[in-house]
Nanobody
């Protein structure tokens, strides 16, 4: 059974940095695409970043490009989201997701597995 467990969310001041982790288990993810999404209060779930576990190719949402970096550690079966220059509008619950489709995707319903989320709060 696939499990995705996020960690690393906390309260941080604007301009600060955080690194979120997503520990993946339950199968071999080498052919999977992994994604990070977020949901702010009262808003729809928003695409943040996606990475191909096999190729390392990445795509980013417009609001985070240049500030956030997604990466994978194959040995640890873990996906990371490094978040720099954080803004109050980055406040949200951040979710890790996985899909067996082999292309990078910004689309929520193309992801098969989801974690429970981790709260990131950025104070001004």
């Amino acid at each position: 059974q696939v499990q995705l467990v996020e960690s690393g969310g906390r309260l941080v001041q604007a301009g600060g940095s955080l690194r979120l982790s997503c520990a993946a288990s339950g199968r071999t993810f080498s052919s999977y695409v992994m994604g990070w999404f977020r949901r702010a209060p009262g808003k729809e779930r928003e695409f943040v970043a996606s990475i191909s576990w096999s190729s390392g190719m990445t795509i980013y949402g417009d609001s985070v490009r240049g500030r956030f970096t997604i990466s994978v550690d194959n040995a640890k079966n873990t996906v990371y989201l490094q978040m720099n220059s954080l803004k109050p509008e980055d406040t949200a619950v951040y979710y890790c997701a996985a899909t067996s489709r082999r292309w990078l995707s910004r689309v929520t319903n193309e992801y098969d597995y989801w974690g429970q989320g981790t709260q990131v709060t950025v104070s001004s």
